[in-house]
Antibody, heavy 123, light 107 residues
Framework: QVQLVESGGGVVQPGGSLRLSCAAS????????VHWVRQAPGKGLEWVAL????????FYADSVKGRFTISRDDSKNTVYLHVNSLRAEDTAVYYC????????????????WGQGTLVTVSS | DIQMTQSPSTLSASVGDRVTITCRAS??????LAWYQQKPGKAPKLLIY???SLESGVPLRFSGGGSGTQFTLTISGLQPDDFATYYC?????????FGQGTKVEIK
């Protein structure tokens, strides 16, 4: 079955960096886009970034543009989120989620989610 | 960005009740709207997509409706497993956005 497993979270100082990973299985990875969505403690869901199935399109929320970079390695069925210049307000659980559209040109619904990885930005 | 506003923020209901959550978009999203359920400490789960299509495996008591800027999620006959937080999300643009969430509590 479809499975997404995030890793790479941890405690980092303000201004620091991390690389989050999302390892996927159970579907044809190279045919689907992948999103990152975050949730600050006790808060709602915030969409962060999307990479298209063929990596030609990458989109970011304004709150992370210029600081976060999304990429994928289809040989490893893995999507990455490089998070740089971290701020306290970036503290959140980061989820990766599979886009629902096969070779979609535009975003679809998020039909499968990982369990999340916690990023804590603190001095 | 398209803003999504849910109401109410909190809803108190009893087992067996019919409950409706509303989601309003700041501009039209056609029917590019999804609903998710989230329980504490867990990842969100897709319930409804394209405003009214039920995701596979989701109980029939969940239904979605609406188009343009106004949408609803209805639970017909609330079950103990349904007490959770619900989010709407538009995907009409390259920048999907979520509503702030509606927490369904036990009355």
């Amino acid at each position: 079955q479809v499975q997404l497993v995030e890793s790479g979270g941890g405690v980092v100082q303000p201004g620091g960096s991390l690389r989050l990973s999302c390892a996927a299985s159970g579907f044809t990875f190279s045919s689907y886009g992948v999103h990152w969505v975050r949730q600050a403690p006790g808060k709602g869901l915030e969409w962060v970034a999307l990479i298209s199935y063929d990596e030609t399109n990458k989109f970011y929320a304004d709150s992370v543009k210029g600081r976060f970079t999304i990429s994928r390695d289809d040989s490893k069925n893995t999507v990455y989120l490089h998070v740089n210049s971290l701020r306290a307000e970036d503290t959140a659980v980061y989820y990766c989620a599979k886009d629902g559209y096969l070779v979609g040109a535009t975003p679809g619904q998020l039909d499968y989610w990982g369990q999340g990885t916690l990023v804590t930005v603190s001095s | 960005d398209i803003q999504m506003t849910q109401s109410p923020s909190t809803l108190s209901a009893s087992v067996g009740d019919r409950v409706t959550i509303t989601c309003r978009a700041s501009q039209t999203v056609s029917t590019w709207l999804a609903w998710y359920q989230q329980k504490p400490g867990k990842a969100p789960k897709l319930l409804i997509y394209r405003a009214s299509s039920l995701e596979s495996g989701v109980p029939l008591r969940f239904s979605g409706g609406g188009s343009g800027t106004q949408f609803t999620l209805t639970i017909s006959g609330l079950q103990p497993d349904d007490f959770a937080t619900y989010y709407c999300q538009q995907y009409n643009s390259y920048y999907p956005t979520f509503g702030q969430g509606t927490k369904v509590e036990i009355k």
